[in-house]
């Protein structure tokens, strides 16, 4: 298996223009994550999906952030209109399950640059 | 709430030493318990977990752990480092919607 499969590996986007961010998940996982890494404020989980649902979006910043997933093998975060603020590296993770107690297995990451 | 404290930010010992990473967690019942690898322009490896049983896990690499109920820690343990395992550590606790909720991380150099 390929892994979790993110693009594009690095943005650079100006301040208003709208991002896409895109994940394949593992074949046969049925959770998907999406996290994002700063300095300052380290891993935060912004949403997670179940069977292509979205569970738990209280992560998500606020309402230029949205992500959809169409079908158990594809997910987008788009960020619309992106601001510097939104600079960061953004994980997706993919599992069996959308308990811990199932593995989390992450993809290589999206490092955005808002400019 | 849960949450995580990983104390040190950047720990530097020399290739053949012991290594002892610091993980506390504040979790009312008893935590799952994590801990993730990333190494450079990586994502993160899951290294061991914690659930229930033997408080001292065995993980990937050669890494350990020991649960500490006591102490409300988590410690990641390696005997003898190698140079590969230059990386930056994650703990984690299981959160209350089953959701991961990770420390800041602890960036570990080493040494030739």
């Known amino acids: 298996d390929a892994g979790v499969i993110q693009s594009p590996r690095h943005e650079v986007t100006e301040m208003g223009q709208e991002v896409t961010l895109r994940c394949k998940p593992i074949s046969g996982h049925n959770s998907l994550f999406w996290y994002r890494q700063t300095m300052m404020r380290g891993l935060e989980l912004l949403i997670y999906f179940n069977n292509n649902v979205p569970i738990d979006d209280s992560g998500m910043p606020e309402d230029r952030f949205s992500a959809k997933m169409p079908n158990a093998s594809f997910s987008t975060l788009k960020i619309q209109p992106s601001e510097p603020r939104d600079s960061a590296v953004y994980f997706c993770a993919s599992s069996l399950g959308r308990r811990s107690s199932y593995e989390q297995y992450f993809g290589p990451g999206t490092r955005l640059t808002v400019t | 709430a849960q949450s995580v404290t990983q104390p040190d930010i950047h720990i530097t010992v020399s290739e053949g030493a012991s290594l002892e990473l610091r993980c506390n967690y504040s979790?009312?019942?008893?935590?799952?318990l994590f801990w993730y690898v990333q190494s450079p322009g990586q994502g993160l490896q899951l290294l061991l977990k914690?659930?229930?049983?033997?408080?001292l896990v065995q993980g990937i690499k050669g890494f350990e752990a020991e649960f500490k109920r006591s102490q409300s820690s988590f410690n990641l343990r390696k005997p003898s480092v190698h140079w590969s395992d230059a990386a930056e550590y994650f703990c984690?606790?299981?959160?209350?919607?089953?959701?991961?909720?990770f420390g800041k991380g602890t960036k570990l150099s080493v040494k030739p």
């Open positions: 984690a606790v299981e959160g209350s919607q089953g959701n991961l909720i």
């Open positions: 979790y009312g019942a008893t935590p799952y």
């Open positions: 914690y659930f229930s049983g033997d408080t």
